[in-house]
């Protein structure tokens, strides 16, 4: 699991164009123990500890909320604090703690028959320290600065839930993009959320700052955020598989066989027994491919998906005659009424005759690749026919 962390932190770190963790500090002379405690940019993890510690900064103290934490200068108009340290950092920093991204807040079924799924996965415990105006040092659990609507009775967050957001088709860190660290209502973008249904429509938002819990804005908070015990085997679990366009596949940035991926499922599911796998499929993978990955996942035990089909980045080519003649009719149009385009239609042109020059090369290889498939498939079939048919029949 340490090195699964490990490979995850690195795709995070590129991800979010950081350097990976530094390293623990040397122990002392005489055989002392190193240190324990890494750093991911802002962030410090202390795998002794079982913590993530990070520093934020009071934004707010009263009004209702989304947020208890988001990225500095984001959102900090429905959060009670900001932080300078980067969402897919914390994300890595959990993971080197040998936790699981979970399940976002969803809905199961259709219809009627639909059913409200809360976050679900590792738990966390978040507290907060702060120094009063008299220098005293203070700590909270972080639900003790929420309140529900006057005389409403409101869940208040004892534990909260890493459901660790997610990286986009595009590699980009889902929570980086939208500033969203830690929510008192549903996202899945957050990285961390609250354990239970929490709406964040304009009329249904519960949660409200407590003023008179808070300390005055600009205060410096650290954020302590505690692995609880058990998490690193939270029966939820989520994780991704990508399949591109010539049928590979990757787990968390590591190539995958058909026979590989079953044994990587069956390892994930004896730690993670409702574990769930994110199958993103490029738009031109083959229905073949991602029902072949779909199998080997349930033959190593998984019984929970999400397939995801990514629209092709570059424009579809014609396919029949039809299709060709149909769209150099457009492509004239477009040339005749040139002014009208934001975009010049030359420029667009050209990107796609590059786009079929590669497709092009592609196809060569694949035919020479297809030839020598055939050249070898003949001479086994060849020797196949001499070791089995009698010895008057052969040619």
């Known amino acids: 699991m340490k090195r699964h962390a490990l490979v995850l932190t690195m795709i995070l770190g590129a991800a979010a164009g950081s350097a990976p963790a530094e390293p623990a500090a040397k122990g002392k002379p005489g055989g002392a123990p190193a240190a324990k405690t890494p750093r991911i940019g802002d962030i410090e993890v202390d795998l002794i500890e079982r913590q993530v510690r990070l520093d934020a900064e009071v934004c707010l103290r009263e009004g209702v909320l989304e947020f208890l934490l988001v990225a ?16 897919s950092h914390l994300h890595a920093a959990l993971l080197m703690l040998g936790l699981a ?34 220098g005293r040092s203070r700590r909270s659990a972080a639900g003790a600065w929420l309140r529900g609507a006057e005389g409403k009775k409101i869940i208040y967050p004892d534990k909260w839930i890493f459901v ?33 249904k929490s709406s964040n429509a304009n009329d249904s938002r519960e949660f409200f700052a407590k003023t008179g819990a808070i300390p005055p804005k600009g205060t410096k908070v650290r954020v302590v955020i505690t692995a609880l015990p058990g998490s690193e085997k939270a029966p939820d679990a989520r994780v991704l ?43 031109k993978a083959l229905v ?40 150099l009719k457009k492509w004239d149009e477009k040339f005749a009424n040139a002014h009208e385009f934001i975009q010049d239609p ?17 196809m060569e290889a ?6 020598e498939y055939a050249a070898h498939l003949r001479k086994s079939l060849a020797r196949y026919k001499a070791t089995t048919q009698p010895a008057g029949t052969r040619e």
């Not at 500095?72 to 932080?83: G, P």
């Not at 694949?366 to 030839?371: A, G, I, S, T």
């Open 346 to 362: 030359g420029q667009q042109a050209q990107r796609v005759l590059d786009q079929m020059a590669l497709h092009f090369r592609e």
């Open 288 to 327: 073949h491919d991602v029902a072949e990955a779909r199998l080997n996942l349930r033959l190593g035990g998984v019984r929970e998906f999400d397939v995801q089909r990514v629209p092709p980045g570059t424009e579809v080519l014609p396919r029949t005659a039809e299709e060709a003649k149909q769209t």
């Open 241 to 283: 598989l990508e399949v591109d366009r010539f049928g590979r596949m990757r787990v968390d940035g590591k190539t995958m066989t058909g026979e590989k991926l079953q044994e990587w499922a069956a390892k994930f599911i004896q730690r993670h027994e409702r574990g769930m796998v994110v199958i993103r499929a490029a738009g």
């Open 72 to 87: 500095w200068q984001t959102k900090t108009h429905e959060s009670i604090l900001h932080t300078k340290a980067k969402p």
């Open 366 to 371: 694949r035919k020479r690749l297809l030839e």
């Open 101 to 134: 991204a979970g399940k976002p807040a969803r809905w199961s079924g259709q219809d009627e028959s639909a059913r409200f799924l809360p976050p679900a996965g590792a738990k966390l415990a978040v507290d907060l320290l702060w120094k009063d105006g008299n």
């Open 164 to 196: 660790g957001s997610q990286i986009l088709p595009d590699g980009k860190y889902w929570a980086e993009l939208d500033g969203e660290v830690i929510s008192v209502t549903n996202f899945a973008s957050a990285v961390i959320d609250v354990p239970f």
